[in-house]
């Protein structure tokens, strides 16, 4: 079959790989469309110890189960695999397995191919009336709406108690700050700023976003119940310390770099929780794939379609800040 390759630094290429056998209990899926997630350019900038080359990336994945029992399904994959027998697991958090495995990342090949292997439990069945580049969007999504969820509970609330009151800043415009404002809005959030320094796809956002505030800084936030840094960097975990309410809640779902930034001494002072968020549950994934398939996030046709062939063109781009939308997904 046809991959998209990671071998080293700034460099993927499209190459021939055996196709995977499903075994026991996995099912086969053709691939339909896998997103580029900011995971996937960590990796290609040598960022990530974790997706040692050579590798094939993607884990944003929707297709068509081939054989089998699910023969003919149409399916948004789940790509955290975990035991299903751990303390974690039994409790709901699946995406905290002592033994959890994600695709993309050894020992599991990703999904910048035409076919991949996955347990029939972490597929979710896609209704016709959902394109699959839409359906791919679930896991990115899923992370938005994981962290929104811990936010929401976190300050006692939740839709039917009313969140309507309350305000949220969300630090990054791409897939998962955008999945997270989207998220926010609906679970009853209507006061919500997304800021993005990158003027090319602010533009894009504010045609997308029309009900909410999109800022190039965050100059004149301040003061919001929940702040959701999409990027994680230094600069971003300042600017969540320093715009969060006393009492207020910082959810960190970004990976931009390890260290600096934290404001320990206001915590501290004004109570701020401080929220580290990994993926998400089966059972907000579910969630999410049921909100997006009923329209409540939205058409989301905020993303951009490539073929896999012009994969490599996709990383540089987005490396070189090229890219308005929020979203580039690989149609192999």
């Known amino acids: 079959m046809k991959a998209l390759v990671y071998e080293g630094v700034e460099t993927v290429a499209l190459r021939q790989v055996p196709t995977p056998v499903a075994t026991a209990g996995d099912a086969l899926i053709k691939v339909a469309a896998c997103g580029l997630c900011g995971s996937d350019m960590h990796a290609y900038l040598g960022h990530d110890a974790r997706r040692p080359a050579p590798l094939i990336l993607g884990h944003e994945v929707a297709g068509t189960v081939v054989g089998g029992d699910m023969d ?12 299903g027998a751990c303390e974690a697991c039994r409790s709901g958090q699946t995406n905290l397995c002592a033994e959890r495995q994600i695709i993309s990342m050894p020992p599991r090949q990703g999904g910048f191919a035409e076919w ?28 938005g709406w994981h962290g929104v969820r811990l936010a929401v509970e976190a300050l006692g609330r939740n839709p039917e108690t009313g969140c309507k009151d ?11 700050g955008v999945g997270a404002a989207l998220a926010l809005h609906a679970w009853g959030v209507r006061d919500i700023t997304v800021v993005e320094p990158n003027e090319m796809r602010r533009s894009v956002l504010k045609d997308h976003l029309s009900d909410m505030t999109v800022a190039s800084s965050a100059d004149d936030v301040g003061d919001v119940d929940i702040v959701l840094d999409a990027v994680g960097f230094a600069a971003t975990r300042a600017t969540a310390c320093a715009i969060a309410r006393p009492g207020g809640v910082i959810i960190h779902i970004g990976l931009g770099e390890d260290t600096g930034g934290l404001d320990v001494r206001r915590l501290t002072l004004q109570e701020i929780r401080f929220i580290g968020t990994y993926t998400y549950t089966a059972a907000d994934f579910e969630a999410t794939a049921e909100a997006l398939f009923a329209g409540r996030l939205g058409d989301c046709s905020w993303i951009e379609t490539r073929g896999l062939a012009g994969g490599a063109t996709a990383f540089a781009d987005l490396r070189a800040g090229k890219v308005a939308a929020p979203k580039i997904v690989l149609i192999p």
């Open 166 to 176: 309350l305000c949220a800043a969300v630090l990054g415009g791409g897939a998962i």
């Open 116 to 143: 991949l292997t996955m347990p029939a439990q972490n597929l979710v069945t896609v209704p016709d009336h959902v394109s699959f580049p839409v359906a791919s969007l679930v896991e990115p999504l899923a992370c």
């Open 72 to 83: 003919g399904r149409r399916v948004t994959v789940n790509p955290l695999v975990t035991c």
